[in-house]
Antibody, heavy 119, light 107 residues
Framework: EVQLQQSGAELVKPGASVKLSCKTS????????MSWLKQMPGQNIEWIGN????????GYNQKFKGKATLTVDKSSSTAYMDLSSLTSEDSAVYFC????????????WGQGVMVTVSS | DIQMTQSPASLSASLGETVTIECRAS??????LAWYQQKPGNSPQLLIY???SLADGVPSRFSGSGSGTQYSLKINSLQSEDVASYFC?????????FGGGTKLELK
């Protein structure tokens, strides 16, 4: 069974950084891309970027370049996302989601993690 | 970026009713469209891909159609477990973009 388990909720101060994790199981991590997505309360979903589990190759939504940095640890089948220089606009639920092998759609999702930026 | 416009933003329907949600792309996306269902407090789940293909395990009362810039999701014989928000997503061009969502409630 494919599973994506995300780390717990974060409360961070403005200007700080946070690193989110997404531990996977049930499939060959190095054969798939992992995407990260942002959902602000009651709002649209935005695609942040994706990273290939095999070699760490990345692709970002221009909007999130400089804000998000994606990395992987193949040894533990875990994907990470660093968010930097946090502001209130970064308060949201962040999902990791496995990207389909061939297309840019998302067939398995993590449970999401709430990031709250507040002093 | 390709803009995805969903309508309606919210919808109230009765059990057993047929419901249709529309999604319009700002340019031709060649049926590279997916639909997701998101129940309150949960992550989105893939329902439809390639505009009209049912994802594994999705009940047959869900169907997708459309081409070019206009797409729709139909739910036949609405069930209580279908109460959720529904999102369309294009994967024809980077960055992949989502519609604003349709919140479906029971009347």
């Amino acid at each position: 069974e494919v599973q994506l388990q995300q780390s717990g909720a974060e409360l961070v101060k403005p200007g700080a950084s946070v690193k989110l994790s997404c531990k996977t199981s049930g499939y060959t991590f190095s054969n798939y891309y992992m995407s990260w997505l942002k959902q602000m309360p009651g709002q649209n979903i935005e695609w942040i970027g994706n990273i290939y589990g095999g070699n760490g190759g990345t692709g970002y939504n221009q909007k999130f370049k400089g804000k998000a940095t994606l990395t992987v640890d193949k040894s533990s089948s875990t994907a990470y996302m660093d968010l930097s220089s946090l502001t209130s606009e970064d308060s949201a639920v962040y999902f990791c989601a496995r990207r389909d092998v061939y297309y840019g759609l998302f067939d398995y999702w993590g449970q999401g993690v709430m990031v709250t930026v507040s002093s | 970026d390709i803009q995805m416009t969903q309508s309606p933003a919210s919808l109230s329907a009765s059990l057993g009713e047929t419901v249709t949600i529309e999604c319009r792309a700002s340019e031709d996306i060649y049926s590279n469209l997916a639909w997701y269902q998101q129940k309150p407090g949960n992550s989105p789940q893939l329902l439809i891909y390639d505009a009209n293909s049912l994802a594994d395990g999705v009940p047959s009362r869900f169907s997708g159609s459309g081409s070019g810039t206009q797409y729709s999701l139909k739910i036949n014989s609405l069930q209580s477990e279908d109460v959720a928000s529904y999102f369309c997503q294009q994967y024809n061009n980077y960055p992949w973009t989502f519609g604003g969502g349709t919140k479906l409630e029971l009347k």
